[in-house]
């Protein structure tokens, strides 16, 4: 594919822009990326995963109150890393700071995966029996709720669902 910009050389780098919901897919060559000021993947200013963190990380809502005093940045007690250290390097200085830092990482985990409980994928030809588990659990989390809106016709119902899938596990 040649190059959308100059139309000569060999479009090397690709890319998709979503701007205001539109998207927008770019192939252009390397020299012409540069002339648009594109950041360019392994050249000095190219792009990284520690700058996509960085702009996840860059999220905490400014103070209201201007005059109000500022407190001093929270540290890891383990290596002395700050938060804002850490948003700007996207990485952590040791495995103690993702205790120090983890109130402030839960909304990080559910912008970025949806959820702050990683879940992990099951492989198809063994995920039979995790399935069934990960689906007792979920029908069991409904049960409870069923119970407290007091719809015990729909707890009954559940409550046989997870009998029978609970028979199939110990099947194995």
Do not use: W
Request: charged residues 30%; proline residues 6%; glycine residues 8%.
């Amino acid at each position: 594919m040649l190059c959308q910009e100059c139309g000569k050389k060999q479009a090397t780098l690709h890319f998709t822009k979503i701007l205001n919901g539109e998207k927008t897919e770019f192939h252009i060559c390397e020299s012409c990326a540069r002339e648009k000021g594109e950041l360019i993947p392994g050249t000095p200013n190219g792009f990284s995963i520690h700058n996509l963190l960085s702009g996840l990380l860059d999220f905490e809502p400014p103070s209201h109150n201007p005059m109000a005093p500022k407190s001093p940045p929270s540290r890891c007690e383990h290596c002395g890393l700050t938060y804002t250290q850490f948003s700007k390097l996207g990485r952590f200085g040791c495995s103690s700071c993702y205790k120090h830092f983890g109130e402030k990482l839960d909304p990080l985990f559910k912008r970025v995966h949806g959820n702050i409980q990683h879940t992990g994928k099951v492989p198809k030809r063994s995920g039979g029996l995790i399935k069934h588990k990960r689906e007792i659990e979920t029908l069991k989390k409904e049960l409870l709720v069923k119970i407290e809106k007091e719809e015990f016709e729909d707890a009954a119902h559940l409550r046989d669902v997870i009998r029978d899938l609970e028979k199939k596990v110990a099947e194995g």
